[in-house]
DNA sequence: AACATGGTTCGATCCTGATCGAACCATAAG
DNA sequence: CTTATGGTTCGATCAGGATCGAACCATGTT
């Protein structure tokens, strides 16, 4: 009716429970099936096939089959930008579907946020990249700086790589449960990559939730210090 | 059913027609009464006070009663921010509602994010306090700097009584037409405020749209250069 | 007091869209 | 080829919710 993009086909087609399951489930960043996430949303697959559909017309999810399986993630950094930016607004409200339990803890200590690392140990690794100068703003946006630079490609990030891409290195995405901004975008997802082969973090099965190793941990406080 | 906050009820309250235009109204940041809100959605004055209900109780808006009137506003500027994140979102789909036309134009030029500039305007002033030194990327997000501070009270913002309130200072706000990040925070909201004050600019009725004269943006180049 | 205007409540209608059963196609495994 | 599994299509059902007409309350104006 108005002017301005549409932005109600895209709210109504989170809006739905089963389909918001399906796109929370997607935020870990692994693909899953049609069928994982119908049994993820708690349907059928008829309804999930219709579902899956609509969501890719609609431009938020992206498809690739492979053999008789059928594929499905996020079809964009985009799009889960968008649904951390409703997962933080909804979390200031309290309106919390069930109680904080043990998995919730380990959910907001460490997570991954489609493909890079948020929670507490999310914004440890920004605010320590930040204070020791290794970020910095610039009309482009947050981009490492020289000295930045030079710690990544140390700690065994491939800089030279991640250039090439066109995605942008450094993104601020803000975090639901600590109400602050963490680092997204490629540099942040060669860093959550480097800690997982690394041995330092590994991804717990269907879940979202990030477990460091106790080495792993204490390595990785010593390398983001923070003051 | 899963765990996190609860998406499904935001998103839902947005993706209505009806509703979503009257939040997008609403984006002008100046109150509305229930019966504007109902025209602006084009509908009658009890559906509006049915979706206006929800929408509070939702926590994305605030009322306010005076005499027989009712205001409506946005609840926060975190709706906001979800709003235009939304925005930005969808304008990356191309799907537009309606046609680009003159006024669309204007609102690229210069137009309102809620109380701050926002568009190619707001765009060349944030880049510009950037480069000029007068932002900086700090543990708690982005700051003025010192230099900045000082030009800020020089342009006329009262520093002072910004830093007694609890809100950020500055705020990134992505710019859906711009595809880049702007200035918001009560310091993007002090500045749109100055610009009107020293008569550079006038918010065009009933629109999001930003009205520069062409001494006011002359003097807003000169002011807020772009290497 | 009479009237006008802003808003709400109630009830009824009506339609979109979510859901599933059943049948069907596609790919892989035996 | 037969069988199992992943996924889609079709049709029917059903519920939630958006919508409005009508009546009603509240506040201001004449």
């Not at 891409?165 to 290195?169: D, F, I, M, Q």
């Given at each position: 009716m108005k002017e301005g993009p549409d932005i109600v086909r895209i709210a109504a087609l989170i809006g739905d429970p089963a389909r918001a399951n399906m796109l929370l489930a997607l935020m870990g960043g692994t693909a899953l099936t049609a069928t994982e996430l119908a049994h993820e949303a708690g349907i059928t697959k008829q309804t999930a096939s219709a579902h899956l559909g609509k969501l890719e017309s609609g431009g938020l999810l992206r498809q690739r089959k492979q053999g008789r399986h059928r594929y499905f993630a996020l079809a964009d950094d985009d799009v889960a930008a968008v649904l951390e930016a409703l997962l933080g607004f909804a979390a200031t409200q309290g309106?919390?579907?069930?109680?904080?339990g043990p998995r919730d803890a380990a959910m907001r200590k460490a997570r991954v946020c489609y493909h890079h690392l948020a929670g507490e140990m999310g914004i440890r690794l920004y605010t320590s990249l930040v204070s020791s100068g290794y970020l910095a703003l610039t009309a482009d946006g947050i981009e490492p700086t020289e000295e930045g630079r030079r710690f990544l490609v140390a700690f065994g990030v491939d800089m030279a790589e991640l250039g090439r891409?066109?995605?942008?290195?450094c993104r601020e995405c803000l975090d639901w449960s600590e109400r602050r901004s963490h680092l997204g975008g490629s540099v942040g997802r060669a860093l959550l990559q480097r800690f997982q082969d690394l041995g330092w973090a590994r991804q717990v099965a269907q879940s979202r939730a990030v477990l460091f190793s106790p080495s792993g941990e204490a390595a990785f406080r010593k390398t983001f210090p923070v003051d």
């Open positions: 309106q919390l579907r069930t109680r904080p891409k066109k995605a942008p290195l």
